[in-house]
């Protein structure tokens, strides 16, 4: 007898399942796919891993979470595995150093796919012909939500990869048409104070991180109505803002100096102008563009220059809330777009999902009520809750099915190869 979740039955839940295994594992071998098996070994830093790695890393995920306790008779395609591919659950032994993943040139490529379609096989069986449970359910699940975050992780790891070559090859070759790159001028929203509803009650999907949902009172503020552009951006380097120590933290004041920072990570400055690397290689700077790979401290800088400063995660959820569009995900760019970059700012409707991660100013810290389960699935997000910054909406790589208003993404404060952008607020 069909046991019923609500109006679904753990039968059709089960089918949807496999459905949306099979897409998202096809999706991550389609972002592969224009790579060779020399690119796929590159590990240009000790943050990034190789997109072989990726590969192996999410069917490990699957394996050890699911198949080996769950599958009848299921014996792991290599021991070894266990060891190379675990990411950092210290519960389930000791890691295979992060920075060291580039080193690994065995197993090779072929052996990763080899392992990716002994996996797939597997998982088709246990969806197929054993019933699932709640909790089983609620573990494939999180496995393909791991695997969307890894197919970022992919495209940001390789462009890393790729532009510490000198010819700054590109990862995609055919240049999409942008969308009409019309300027919109900059407005601001104003936001009235009151409790908010902040983070998921768990009635769909979502990270333990996101919960437990609770009311938080917000002050009036006001938050810009697009990205920062290329154009605003350039004014502010134009302007000495990397030589102007009052406008940074003291960290970020360290790092600059340090690094002799004078621009954002991937610009470039030639005798034609400023140029900029993407995924279809070295390009001239799109003025209209939003701004990129800022780290958390340039994004406060710059804020900071512009007498405005970054929205709180409790803003910024409850703005996306008040602001939200009936099709807003239908018009936001994401993964299944195929733009691969962010779009020109454009008269378009106010969009707070897609295009690039929003730095907000927030700490990434627990919820009030939040507790991480005890096994080693809770060392998923929880113990990362530390010296890390909270960004919000996504980007062109995110996957549409996997970002929600409520989802927490957090880096360092000084990391800017993800896809990173800024939305000013003020008070």
């Keep these: 007898m069909a046991i019923h979740i609500g109006e679904v039955t753990l039968e059709e839940i089960q089918y949807q399942l496999l459905m949306d295994y099979q897409k998202v594992r096809a999706e991550t071998e389609n972002l592969a796919a224009p790579l060779s098996a020399e690119d796929m070994q590159l590990q240009s830093m000790p ?7 990726h590969l192996a890393h999410t069917s490990w995920f699957f394996e050890t979470f699911i198949l080996a306790p769950e599958l009848s008779g299921y014996q792991a395609f290599n021991p070894h595995f266990n060891h190379l591919f675990n990411s950092y659950y210290n519960s389930l032994g000791t890691p295979f150093a992060r920075p060291n993943r580039g080193v690994i040139s065995r197993p090779d490529s072929s052996q990763i796919y080899e392992y990716r379609a002994f996996i797939d096989d597997a998982m088709r069986q246990l969806l197929n012909e054993q019933p699932l449970c709640d909790n089983l359910a609620a573990l494939v699940q999180l496995g393909l939500n791991h695997e969307q975050q890894h197919q970022e992780l992919i495209l940001t790891d390789i462009k890393h990869a790729l532009s510490a070559n000198p010819m700054m090859p590109a990862y995609r070759d055919a240049l999409p048409e942008d969308e009409d790159g019309v300027l919109e001028p900059l407005r601001w929203l104003k936001i009235p104070s ?3 509803g902040i983070g998921s009650n768990g009635d769909t999907f979502c990270f333990d991180n ?15 109505s697009r990205l920062v552009t290329n154009a605003e951006y350039l004014e502010f380097i134009e302007d000495g803002g990397y030589q102007q120590h009052r406008l940074w933290l003291s960290d970020g004041w360290s790092l600059v100096q340090k690094q002799q920072q004078e621009h954002p990570f991937y610009w470039r400055r030639n005798s034609s102008g400023w140029q900029q690397y993407t995924l279809y290689g070295l390009l001239p700077l799109n003025p209209v563009e939003p701004v990129c790979h800022l780290s958390f401290y340039e994004a406060d800088a710059f804020a900071t220059w512009a007498g405005k400063r970054l929205p709180t995660e409790f803003e910024w959820e409850a703005a996306a809330c008040q602001l939200r569009q009936p099709n807003q995900m239908a018009a936001a760019n994401f993964l299944e777009k195929r733009f691969f970059k962010p779009l020109p700012v454009q008269r378009r409707q106010t969009q707070f999902l897609g295009d690039l991660w929003e730095w907000t100013s927030s700490a990434y ?34 996957p549409a099915d996997h970002i929600r208003i409520s989802y927490r993404n957090f880096f360092y404060p000084h990391q800017s190869w993800q896809f990173t952008g800024v939305r000013l607020a003020g008070d």
């Design 47 to 53: 943050d990034a891993s190789p997109t072989k790695w």
């Design 194 to 196: 009151g409790f908010y």
């Design 210 to 224: 996101e919960g437990p949902e609770h009311q938080q009172f917000i002050d009036e503020f006001v938050i810009a």
């Design 365 to 398: 810290l627990p919820y009030r009520g939040y507790k991480a389960r005890e096994d080693a699935v809770g060392e998923y997000n929880g113990k990362f809750m530390c010296n890390q910054k909270v960004l919000r909406g996504g980007s062109f790589a995110t």
